[in-house]
């Protein structure tokens, strides 16, 4: 007998969704375009004064061409949470070496705080974050904003205040990182750290690696904005020691800094994205206001 079934829900929930707006322009270096995605929270009945904080989130790739499409569900699950999300594509080190990829990221910073009526953005709240490669990247930018280091002509008219930063399995010591073995099953010519820097041997470029390293620019005098650490302790490609010896110097200095190791996590993938780390940076953005 066939199985038939009829029920009455009543099911209350927010409405809040969201836009998916692709490959949005915010450069063009003589041709070589680089775009944002961007995840917009959107309700039927959104006020047009309805803002809402910004995360621009900047994927890892070793530096070099980045998968901007790969992990979009994931990047959503920031925008279902009320968070104006951006996913950065910054120029890679095989077109332009460091610090070209923190002058993308502080460009599209502007780009989009000089927009953020149209995407709904709250600019007193925005922030900056990455895994990886990219929360180098993320970690470079924010340290050095305020400093005026790194800087770039872009939308130079537009005032731009990072309130946060969140890094997942960053190398942040980019000497530590070039003298560490290779993870297993990579190649031996694989060196994005000799190509970040757009040099031979990074062990001969000791000021230049330094220049590229979180920890020149965190001092008691430095103005930082508060930091959000994540690094797997299983960690093979970018060793846990990164985030330790950074949260210790943050810790140092008197900075408002928070680290989570994640027992048995390795390099990014999906426990990066669960519940419970999402609800922790969800936290960390909606409590931060200038």
């Known amino acids: 007998m066939a199985n038939q079934q009829y029920q009455k829900l009543k099911i209350e929930c927010d409405d809040l ?6 490959d ?10 680089r775009c944002l995605q961007l995840f917009i929270p959107y309700r039927q009945n959104l006020a047009a004064e309805e803002t809402f904080p910004l995360v621009l ?3 890892g790739s070793a530096w070099y061409r980045q998968e901007v499409y790969n992990s979009l569900p994931a990047y959503s699950r920031l925008a279902e949470r009320g968070i104006v999300t951006a996913i950065l594509q910054f120029r890679e080190s095989m077109i332009a070496p460091f610090p070209a ?5 502080k460009a599209a910073l502007r780009f989009l705080a000089a927009r953020a009526e149209d995407y709904h953005i709250d600019t007193e709240r925005i922030f900056i974050a990455g895994n990886s490669s990219g929360g180098h990247i993320a970690l470079m930018t924010a340290f050095t904003e305020s400093q005026g280091i790194f800087d770039t002509p872009l939308y130079q008219e537009t005032p731009c205040r990072i309130k946060g930063v969140i890094a997942q399995s960053a190398p942040s010591n980019i000497m530590k990182c070039a003298k560490e073995p290779l993870p297993p099953g ?3 010519n694989f060196r994005p750290t000799r190509d970040l820097l757009g040099v031979k041997e990074v ?3 000791p000021e230049l690696a330094e220049a590229a390293s979180c920890g020149k620019y965190i001092s008691q005098a430095a103005e930082l904005p508060p930091v959000l ?3 797997g302790i299983d960690d093979v490609q970018v060793s846990v020691e990164h985030s330790r010896e950074l949260f210790a110097l943050l810790k140092g200095a008197g900075k408002d800094a928070a680290y989570y190791e994640i027992e048995g996590g390795g390099h990014g993938g999906a426990v990066f994205w669960t519940d419970r780390i999402l609800d922790i940076m969800e936290t960390f953005i909606k409590e931060r206001r200038l």
């Not at 990829?101 to 990221?105: K, L, N």
């Open 203 to 205: 062990l001969e470029s």
């Open 24 to 33: 949005e322009v915010y450069a063009d270096y003589d041709g070589c375009k």
């Open 101 to 105: 990829q923190v002058e993308d990221a």
């Open 17 to 22: 969704e969201w836009l998916y707006v692709p």
């Open 229 to 231: 650490l994540f690094h």
């Open 57 to 59: 989130f900047i994927p």
């Open 186 to 188: 990579f190649p031996e």
